[in-house]
Structures are given as structure tokens and as C-alpha cells.
């Protein structure tokens, strides 16, 4: 399973803030739609990462190979199946957050935005990495994996490896909308300036004094931009875009079927850029966008959601402490799927609650 991260979406003002230009506008401006649909979709992505994180437990214990425990090989990569299209629909939802949900009015607000997405990404690194040394599992000295940390993922806190390339896309599509409004955002053109040099800065380094630099990840492929600016038009389609979904509904298995193929016969783990992967974003994100969400089931879809972020973080800890202790090889089909289907709930329940306690606690600027 590639390495994958919630992101911490911007909630759309529906008022104008005190000070701003639309407050001291004579004619009142119009509330911005709140996105239930939005809001289902972050926590559908968040939920179905942890599948495919508990999923790549039974897989490792049988080393990949379906000789060594078939009934856990299996569960496994099912549930691995499911699971790709979740690193593309958070950067589209990224795509459409930034360009039609709630675009920056300035440069100083997006740079709230990218603080708001770095802190829980720096803190929970240390997190993991203060764990894994009081448990003795670090593969190298904490402090050079800290200062790695500031250049890419490491190993204990594999899963963060999606902000490294979520925030410079997030910035680069801010600072293009600012541009085009006439602004001149400079903090974030350095920002994007520093993040297109650094590998290179770091190679040059290297080779000069000959000492070995951290690897840079920050940054983002041609498919990440993709995804977010195509991901921003589809969200953005109006209600009654999508007349008939049950095709939709018999695309997706066949989706899943293949990336199945792909994990299991070509190569584990299926790209984010593959084809498959794609059509099964856009079949997820055409499913789930505009459906009509009841009123009755709003407020608690909204406090998930909002907790969304924060149970991907912390989720790593449950998969690692009490998955990886109870998966065996030696399981037969039924009881590998029914003990994967009774880890995910166990590990969806403790990562929510343990999120939104943190809530309840006002520290969610911190730990997301």
C-alpha cells in the first residue's frame, strides 16, 4: 500500500468575516453552500485508507506471497483493492477546496492555511518518532530521522508523506488564483521558488563536501495536479449533473478487480497514475458528489468529518500495536476476513474517538 494521509480541508464560510472587504459592502453577500457531500467524501477517504492500512498487515505477515497463509494473502489485497482511489480524491478535494470551495482572499490567509496543515504534520511525526524509540523500532538514530522528517517521510510516520506534497499543491494553485486577482502573493512564490530548488540544492550540497543529504519529497507529480483541478470541476458540477448512477455502481467492482489484478499479478502496490486508479476516483467522486445528505444526519456528519483528519494520524498507532500483533499467516479465509472486518471497526472506533477527544480538548490545531 502506498504511503497516504488525510488533509485538513478549509471549512467554507457561509459570512463574512469582521474587516473584510465583503463586510463593508453595502450589499450583503451571498452564503457560500456548505458541501455535506464534502464532508461524507473526507470521511469515507479517511475510513477507507484505515481499511487498506489494516489490509497491508495481513499482507506483510505472509510476506506477499500466498504460499505462506493464502487466507490472509487474500483479505488482505481485497481489502488493499478498495482502497486506491482514497490518495486521489484527497487531492482533489484539495483541488476543489482551494479553487471553488473556499479560494483565498489573500496571501496572508493562505498562509494560515498552509501553518494549519504543517503543525499536525511536524507534531505527529515527532509523535511517531518518540514512539518508535521508546519501543525500540527506529532503524537509525532519532535525531538524523528528525532532521530528515524535515525533508520527506520516515518510516515511523510513513503515512505523512501525503502533506509533502499536499501543501506545495495547495500553494501553487493559491498563489496562481491571487496572481490572476491582481495580488502579489511573495511569501508564497518564495515558498513554491524554495520547494523547486531544494532537491537540487541538496544534490549540489552532496556533491561538493561529499556528505549525504536527506532526500527531498517535497513537491508533487503531473498526476497530483490532475487530480486536484480535475477533481475541482467534477465537485463543482451542479446537482442533477449525474442522472444515473448504477452505472456508476457497476464500474466500480470492476475497478477494484483490477487493481486486485494489478496488486497481485503485476506489482504491489498499484500506482496512484494508473488508469485504474483513476476511473475509480472518478466513479467514487461522481457517486458521492451532490447526493443529498438529511438534515437529521448533518451534525453528526459534520463532527466526523471534522475529526477525520485527526483519526488518519493517529490511526497508525492502533494498526501498528494491535494489528500487527493478531494477524497471522496461518488463518483460513473466513476467519482472515472476519478478523480484518473486526480490526478495521476496532481501529476506525478507537482513531475517532481518540480524535475527537482532542477536539473536546481544543487541540486541534495542533494534532489536527
Known amino acids: 500500500m502506498q504511503n497516504e494521509t488525510a488533509v485538513h480541508l478549509p471549512q467554507q464560510r457561509t459570512t463574512p468575516s469582521p474587516g473584510s472587504a465583503e463586510s463593508g459592502s453595502t450589499e450583503s ?35 506477499d506471497n500466498p504460499d505462506n497463509g493464502a487466507g490472509s494473502y487474500w483479505a488482505g489485497h481485497v481489502a488493499e483493492a478498495i482502497n486506491p482511489f482514497a490518495v486521489p480524491m484527497y487531492f482533489a478535494i484539495a483541488g476543489w477546496a482551494v479553487l471553488v470551495g473556499a479560494p483565498p482572499k489573500d496571501g496572508a490567509r493562505m498562509w494560515q492555511r498552509v501553518v494549519r496543515n504543517t503543525v499536525p504534520l511536524f507534531a505527529w511525526t515527532a509523535i511517531y518518532l518518540t514512539w518508535a524509540f521508546l519501543r525500540d523500532r527506529n532503524d537509525r538514530p532519532m535525531t538524523e530521522l528528525a532532521v530528515d522528517s ?11 508523506w501525503f502533506m509533502y506534497n499536499y501543501i506545495p499543491i495547495i500553494v501553487l494553485l493559491a498563489f496562481a488564483i491571487l496572481v490572476k486577482a491582481g495580488q502579489r502573493p511573495w511569501r508564497l512564490g518564495i515558498a513554491l521558488i524554495t520547494i523547486a530548488v531544494l532537491p537540487s540544492v541538496m544534490t549540489t550540497i552532496t556533491e561538493v563536501t561529499e556528505w549525504e543529504t536527506p532526500t527531498v519529497a517535497w513537491g508533487f507529480g503531473t498526476y497530483s495536479v490532475v487530480y486536484a483541478v480535475g477533481g475541482a470541476l467534477l465537485f463543482a458540477l451542479p446537482a442533477g449533473f449525474v442522472r444515473w448512477r448504477w452505472p456508476l455502481l457497476v464500474l466500480f467492482p470492476l475497478t477494484a478487480v ?30 458521492i458528489s451532490r447526493i443529498r445528505i438529511p438534515e437529521k444526519r448533518r451534525p453528526l456528519l459534520q463532527k466526523l468529518a471534522g475529526a477525520a483528519l485527526g483519526a488518519y494520524l493517529v490511526h497508525v498507532l492502533f494498526v501498528e500495536e ?16 472476519s478478523l480484518l472486518v473486526a480490526l478495521v471497526a476496532l481501529v476506525m472506533a478507537l482513531s475517532f474517538a481518540t480524535s475527537l477527544l482532542w477536539g473536546k480538548l481544543k487541540l486541534r490545531r495542533w494534532l489536527g
Open 29 to 63: 453577500a451571498p452564503r457560500r453552500e456548505h458541501r455535506f457531500d464534502v464532508d461524507l467524501m473526507r470521511l469515507v477517504c479517511s475510513a477507507i485508507i484505515m481499511l487498506g492500512h489494516v489490509g497491508a498487515q495481513f499482507i506483510k505477515s505472509t510476506g
Open 150 to 160: 524535515l525533508f520527506g517521510s520516515v518510516r515511523p510516520a510513513y503515512h505523512l
Open 322 to 337: 494491535i494489528v500487527g500483533r493478531l494477524v497471522s499467516p496461518d488463518l483460513s479465509a473466513v476467519a482472515a476476513g
Open 258 to 287: 483490477a487493481c486486485l489484478w494489478y496488486n497481485t499479478q503485476v506489482h504491489y502496490v498499484i500506482p496512484n497514475a494508473h488508469l485504474f486508479v483513476a476511473v475509480m476516483a472518478v466513479c467514487v467522486l461522481l457517486l
